[in-house]
């Protein structure tokens, strides 16, 4: 057990709450979950490029607007379609984009118990 | 001249791939021992391939633009180091090394083979020969790294700049031993199923391939995270990007081998499981080549891509695919008088656990990556799948992975029961109790992070406790298990505590907030062989007394003219001040990107103890 | 003859897979913006250029012809090669070109004028891009036939002498 107090004690010397997160959150938030259309493969975040630096400005006007974080990934989509959200969300083109893992993954488990584990009697 | 020697190299090292598959199969026919010509035929091919390769860094190396690959990727004016590494930095050269290793690969096992039966080594080179040869002919006919241009240029197109860069001149080298060395682990499975081969013994002997692709692939995905990390400017190291995940799909299909064939080593039960992710470890690096070679993927790691050699790599993956279907379903007996006669609560079991979660992971990013493709193709609509929806599909699983992580490596096989339960709860109260201090002040959601950091707190304690008693008994096996809760500890409190300053400044002017001053103070210019580059002096001051010049770089290449921005990080143990500036067009400020990014240096550290753990499996072994 | 039905179905799978790749290879790989989306237009407010006035896209696009709004800039090089084509239909009747002058610096921009000549009627300014992006714009240049506020026909990309005649053609 003393090591584990030395953990603690570690841990507590080492103020974790001095570290804050950050101030701006929701503004990065949503950009880093916008793809950047004329880059590759890079968020709106992370890009530099006239585009992305648009979009940034877009979106503190929109959420000073007083738009939600939905409201403004709708409009957006509205205007450049699903390719600029990172985030797919469900609807009929990405049923199976979601589901399949689980499935296979349920799949998966019942094998693991059909021939292991109950098969034994 | 150089040129013309690789060229030919290649040619003859193709020739000799037919003589050695003649060879072999008359071996395997008509004697009892092996040929020991067959040998020194391979190591003739091995031979001629590492010429050719020496004459293309030789090309690059002397500057000779009259081969169109150094051409379009080199210099007069780059570093020796980066004219080197600028061989493999472009699609030719780097199928070149896929070529290199996989003869290599194959040579090693055929000197390290001996005690094995001599026809499963025989057909263990066979199938590696055919993954060659038709590596050979993809070389040869769409993407020649000898072509040869007139008029000779005077000067070449230079490499990009963000590839000159130590970390990435050694990173495909190293990727490569590891992707590249799971298809002698996809040969000899064939052969071994083939011959009904299979057994404790070879289990043992594979094993050894399996962790050095392991301990390769696990480097060489580090060596390429650091370089994003640093070089790309944005201070993240994965971005679940496609050319990411390709190299991580096969690293997971590895590490569920690896621990799926210690099974096999001890009890000789599972052989068709093994046998599926020994060939789905190959086809993945295979797709994973297909993905990033025929540029139908956006990514950030772009190679110049062509619609042609994509075809050319889609045909042979699935000839490879149909020839592993093929064996599996007509060679491998099933043996339906194995015995699973384990309790659920086992090594054994724990290990189908591993699996079980293991291969959910591999299907979530599968699925995440090729998706967007199968969607366009069907019905022409453009989606993106990014970090959210692997987030989102992988923490909750990763929750209860962690767990059984925790508790498996403790349980006997067959029978077991729970030791120490009294200590056990004691951890994961302790865990939960830490956990909850440390979310408390986040403005994250509370619940799934509680339990997230719970999980993670209580696989460190209990790796740490297993790490500081028994440590000598099982070394490996607690070092990685204790790199990798580490590693996601690590990950954890990095994405928590990151703090990002984004801002725009003058030359002299501050950034000021309550917790933290930022000072523009100066630039400094100077002019480099290939680069003139801009040196900001920047200065972070905070109320805590913390006072620190940092030095960002903006390099204007000269060859190809592109600007790159050279990030300044200040590493110390507990976290990473990182810093960039960025040219804003038309403006006279610098965008300037400020972050703090906490326990970087853990995240590095650990997979290299992931690693040290793999190493050290090889060395016990060998005692 | 349990394998041989898993066989096949293996098989069947993989070559299904095997031709979606196969016909994904043939997509590109990068954002391609959607050329002939017939939509209202968005609404707006901005700034007409070199002054402080704010008009809306009500005020702006509030009369029956035909309207094109070109998306422009002094340091895009295309919109230099564009120009030309533009002063060719200033002088249509039935159709007045708007300029939405696109992160540029009102300096630059007016010597480009100066220099090339203006076919705009009214050019507004958008400083920051962002009113390019309630119109879904993707870069600079790109153009819209708009037609009692509703976009008909969008360029992406400079003008050539084909989308004059495209364009001769809606508005006859």
Known sequence: ?121 | MASLIGFYSLVFGLCLSFIVVLFSIKNFRNSLVFDKKILSLTFLQLFFVITSFLGLIISFINSDFSNETVFNHSHTTKPLFYKISGTWGNHEGSLLLWLLVLNLFIFLFLLKSKEQDKNYRILTLLFQQVIIIGFFIFIIKTSNPFNYIFPVPTEGLGLNPILQDPALAIHPPILYLGYVGSSVIFSATLAATCLNYISKNWAKHIKTWVLWSWIFLTLGILLGSIWAYYELGWGGFWFWDPVENVSLMPWIALTTLLHCILILEKRKILTSWVIILSISTFTLSMCGTFLVRSGILNSVHTFANDPERGLYILIFLFCLIFLSLFIFFFYHKTEDNQKYDFFWLSKESSILVNNWFMMYFLVVILIGTIYPIFLEVINSEKISVGPPFYIKLIIPFLIPFLFAMAIGPKLKWIKSDIQNKINLSIFFIISFFLSILIIKNLKVNFLVNTILVTSALYLFLVTSKEFLIKGINNLAQNLAHFGFSLLILSILFNNFFSTEIITNLKIGETFKSEKIHITFESIEKKEIKNYSSIIGKININDPKGLNQTLEPELRIYNQPNIVTSEADIKTNLFSDKFITMNLVQNQDYFNIRYQIKPFMIWIWLSVLLICSGGLISLFRKKI | MKNKIFFSVAIISSLIIFFVLFKGLQNTNIYTPQVDVKKDIPYFEAKIFDSDIVKNSNEIFQKENFYLLNIWSSWCAPCRNEHPILLKLKDQVNLEIIGLNYKDNIINAKKFLKELNSPYRLILSDENGIIAIEWGAYGVPETFLIHNKRIIKRYVGPLNMNSIIEIKKFIE
């Open chain 1, 1 to 121: 057990m003393k090591y584990l107090k030395y953990i603690l004690i570690f841990l507590f010397l080492f103020d974790l709450n001095l570290l804050n997160a950050n101030e701006n959150n929701s503004h990065s938030e949503i950009t880093k979950n916008l793809r950047c259309l004329i880059c590759q493969g890079q968020s709106i975040h992370d890009s530099d490029s006239e585009f992305a630096n648009s979009i940034k400005i877009l979106v503190s006007k929109k959420l000073n607007d007083g738009l939600s974080e939905d409201q403004i990934y709708i409009f957006l989509k509205e205007k450049y379609g699903e390719w600029i959200l990172y985030d797919p969300g469900f609807n009929k083109n990405t049923y199976f984009l979601w589901l399949l893992p689980l499935l296979m993954f349920i799949i998966g488990g019942a094998i693991i118990l059909k021939r292991f584990i109950i098969k034994k009697n």
